[in-house]
């Protein structure tokens, strides 16, 4: 199938990057905000909380019930936010999505209304004496708290968190998202919000709008909407640089679970900006990226060891993670079969049929972003983080000409680095 | 072919009934890369008693239509995932209540995954050890399940809710129940549930709607099927009150989940009139529970509940209860102020504003599900096996009354009718 030649539109205002792509495939608008700042022990906690305190009330809809009223007026308009790790950069990514007004019968103004809203409350919050409202701020505090305690809850993304925390002990990355509990309690409201104006104003803002709308249109608005925080548009620079591995760590955590969780950790040299990302993303995809991958196939369908079994791969950091849920007994010969995996790939034991069943699948994942409004949004902004240029097709072109022989070139520089293992309280 | 036009959305859907009873339903959508496929029974968890016309009646095993779609994957050539991969399609099964899903998303071969599909779902192998094996993977995954808080509180709440419907069975089952599975009792299933007339196929994406209605009728006339009479599902009666108003399960969590709902009593009415009575038991939760609600702010400010907090409703022609709650810090007091909220509620009704701004939000909402063809595939399948049409939601929602709304609210909120789930932490037990 032809692929739609598909670009954004670009264009600066004050220290926000704008991105635009007309486009009349779907029956709403989506927005992105993203803000992203370096990960580091002092701000990731408050660069984690102003988002839910901002969520709370704006200056002109200082109550949380007035600011969702307005949401739910505007059609159920959605309007959220995530707070994630790429690479050793902590990114804030708001998200608004709105019906197209044609669907509803609205004059043309709900993609202005959404951008309004959301501009006022990413730049223009309640304010009380200067600072944050202290009720928001206690209360979101609270919040945050609950979230950190609650990862324990999930115990496949706890150990996944473990295995990284573990891994990456003396590096930035090593922090979670939501920030530490025990940086909570000194927050103020003052605190918090001088925090706020220090990371609106020297982050790179990247705004993505995707709907039947232009560059012109978004950009007048925009220039009405978002109160200029100051300051230049500035970039992100990747770190790629990583440890070398000098023995595999491992750690045993006990909890009262049913199930063992099995994870590792391997580092990689190749990352999103680099050449050899596709060779990359063929690595994992043969080893453990898909149900026909060496992992589901030895791990689950062979020895019926594990009902899920796969790796993947962080390609701003350059970390490969494996994931398995196993019988607490079987860990030492899940360990077993999977370094047996990893020793496969390093011998380039590659059959043609999964070089070509891999390529097909990563082709088709490639092309279906094209059909999310979001995921296109997040694919275009990986550029933005890694300064390195990809299209949709171009990488699926750069997977097509990879051979066993490339795959061999990361395997032999894939390094495994932690093995991490969540097993119950009972034996030694 | 029907073509079935949806003008105030703006789409089209093609419909043929084959020969076989197959319904083939295919939804083109403008633009996009992606096809998704999905081929689905009418058989769930909950269908373990049955009798076909002119035979026998059977009880099975918990657990073995989820048993079944697992199985359903391997075929004498070996695991089907092989195949897929080679057309670049992502492929995958689900087992809910009342229905099991086949599918895959596909941007290239589209007709080749198609007939792989069709071929799959239509070809069961199971053998002694391939069963066997199976009980492996199977118990690893209710393993997973067990040590999930929130599946447990959700499941917990069912439990505390109904002592006879099958709808309180585990949808995988437990070890036990899995242990008991045969070979046998796999084929007599499949071919029990797995008949064509108990199936559809519903196709949304980048496709041309002549072409693959005219694929999967010729696919289909190249096999035969056995005539089969009407299957007849076979439920004990479910008494109208609650099986255990409270149910505590201990599992390690950082602080309590608390869900409970009302159960409401049977009440068999028709397709659309279950539709109607669905929309607006949706929007009467919305209007009480959601985020914007003045009892959702209530309790966020007292601390009582986190953005977890969410309240859902399900309707069927079986059972109808609501689920609502989240993560709490005192799940009595979080129920001792519920009950008082939502008594001033019921005494005050709800307002016009109210009514209209909930109404707004599901319209938009359903107009932004449209974006998603899995999500479209899901609901219009779903609906079409209870006889109604989905897309006549947003008609229902533009013509509701605020009296209807009112009338369910009074209907609903039967404090006898209560059922709680909890889940705490072993070490804090209460």
């Avoid at chain 1, 978002?226 to 790629?240: D, H, I, P």
Wanted: net charge negative.
């Amino acid at each position: 199938m032809q692929l739609m030649n598909a670009s954004f539109e670009r264009t600066t205002i004050g220290n926000i990057r704008l991105h635009v792509l007309p486009s009349e495939q779907f029956k709403t608008y989506a927005v992105s905000v993203y803000i992203g700042t370096p990960l580091s022990e002092q701000t990731v906690t408050p660069v984690a909380l102003a988002p839910f305190v901002l969520r709370r009330g704006t200056a002109s809809l200082p109550e949380t019930k007035q600011f969702r009223e307005r949401l739910d007026d505007l059609y159920g308009a959605g309007f959220g936010f995530d707070i994630y790790k790429r690479g050793d950069y902590q990114i804030v990514q708001f998200r608004m999505d709105i019906v197209e007004d044609r669907y509803v019968q609205e004059e043309r103004t709900l993609l202005a209304q959404a951008l309004s809203f959301i501009g006022e409350a990413i730049t223009n919050p309640l304010l009380e004496d200067g600072a944050f409202s202290a009720k928001y701020v206690e209360a979101e505090k609270n919040t945050v708290q609950k979230k950190l305690e609650a990862i324990v809850n999930d115990k496949a993304s706890y150990a996944a968190e473990r295995c990284i925390q573990e891994m990456c002990k003396n590096e930035p990355y090593r922090l979670h998202p939501l920030g530490q509990i025990e940086s909570l309690e000194a927050i103020t409201p003052k605190s918090l919000y001088e925090s706020y104006r220090n990371w609106l104003q020297n982050s790179p803002i990247d705004l993505y709008v995707v709907g039947n709308t232009t560059l012109a249109e978004v950009e007048g608005i925009v220039r009405s909407q978002f109160r200029g925080a100051g300051g230049q548009a500035s970039g992100y620079l990747m770190e790629t640089k990583q440890p070398t591995v000098e023995q595999i760590k491992t750690v045993v955590e006990k909890l009262e679970v049913n199930q063992g969780k099995l994870n590792m950790g391997l580092r990689t040299k190749a990352t999103y900006a680099g050449d050899d990302y596709a060779a990359a993303l063929m690595y994992n995809g043969v080893l453990g990226g898909y149900p026909h991958s060496k992992l589901f196939i030895n791990v689950r369908e062979k020895e019926s060891l594990a009902y899920y079994a796969s790796s993947r791969l962080d390609g701003h950091k350059g970390i490969l993670t494996i994931q398995s849920g196993i019988e607490i007994a079987n860990y030492e010969k899940a360990v077993d079969i999977i370094r047996k995996q990893l020793s496969a790939m390093e011998e380039g034991e590659i059959t043609d049929t999964e070089m070509t069943q891999t390529k097909a699948m990563i082709a088709n994942q490639l092309r279906q972003i094209q059909d999310s409004a979001y995921e296109t949004i997040a694919f275009d902004f990986n550029s933005v983080l890694s300064g390195r240029q990809r299209s949709v097709q171009g990488l699926i072109d750069d997977v097509q000409r990879i051979g066993t022989s490339d795959i061999r070139r990361i395997a032999d520089q894939v390094k495994l680095d932690t093995i991490y293992f969540l097993r119950d309280l009972k034996g030694e | 072919m029907n073509v079935i036009r949806y003008e105030h959305v703006n789409e089209t859907v093609y419909h043929e009934k084959l020969d076989n009873g197959l319904d083939v339903y295919v939804l083109p959508k403008k633009g996009f890369h992606k096809t998704f496929a999905t081929f689905s029974t009418k058989y769930g968890s909950i269908d373990n008693h049955f009798q076909v016309e002119g035979k026998q009646e059977v009880q099975v095993p918990d657990g073995i239509a989820h048993f079944l779609e697992h199985k359903m994957f391997e075929e004498p050539t070996g695991d089907i995932f092989a195949t897929f991969a080679s057309y670049g399609a992502s492929a995958n099964a689900f087992t809910s209540f009342d229905r099991t899903v086949y599918l895959f998303s596909a941007t290239d071969h589209v007709m080749e995954s198609l007939e792989t599909l069709l071929n799959f779902v239509q070809n069961p192998y199971f053998t002694d050890e391939n069963v066997e094996k199976e009980k492996g993977i199977i118990g690893q995954e209710i393993n997973m399940y067990k040590d999930h808080p929130d599946w447990r509180s959700y499941f917990g709440l069912i439990e505390a809710m109904y002592s006879a419907h099958p709808v309180r069975i585990d949808i995988a089952g437990t070890i036990e129940s899995i242990s008991q599975i045969t070979k046998e009792m796999l084929y007599e299933c499949y071919h029990t549930f797995y008949h064509p007339t108990n199936m559809s196929v519903f196709v949304v994406g980048g496709v041309d709607a002549e072409e693959v209605i005219d694929r999967v009728r010729r696919n289909q006339a190249a096999k035969t099927f056995e005539p089969q009479g009407e299957i007849k599902r076979i439920f004990q009666p479910e008494p109208d009150s609650v099986h255990n108003p409270q149910k505590v399960t201990k599992l390690p969590v950082s602080q309590p989940k608390c869900l409970f709902g009302f159960k409401e009593a049977h009440d068999p009415i028709e397709a659309r009139a279950l539709l109607e009575k669905e929309c607006a038991s949706k929007l009467m939760m919305d209007i009480l529970f959601s985020p914007t609600s003045a009892i959702y702010q209530t309790l966020y400010d007292e601390k009582l509940i986190s953005d977890n907090f969410g309240a859902d409703f399900n309707c069927t022609p079986g059972y109808t209860f609501s689920v609502i709650g989240g993560d709490t810090r005192d799940p009595e007091l979080l129920l001792e102020r519920v009950k008082q909220l939502v008594n001033d509620a019921l005494e005050r009704g709800i307002g016009e504003k109210d009514f209209e701004r909930s109404r707004n939000k599901k319209i938009g909402g359903f107009l932004r599900m449209l974006n998603s063809p899995e999500s479209i595939a899901r609901l219009y399948t779903d609906y079409r096996f209870k006889g109604a049409d989905a897309f006549d939601m947003l008609t229902i929602y533009r013509n509701m009354s605020l009296e209807e709304v009112n009338t369910r609210l009074h209907e609903h909120f039967n404090w006898e009718q209560l059922a709680v789930s909890i889940v705490a932490d072993p070490k804090e037990a209460s």
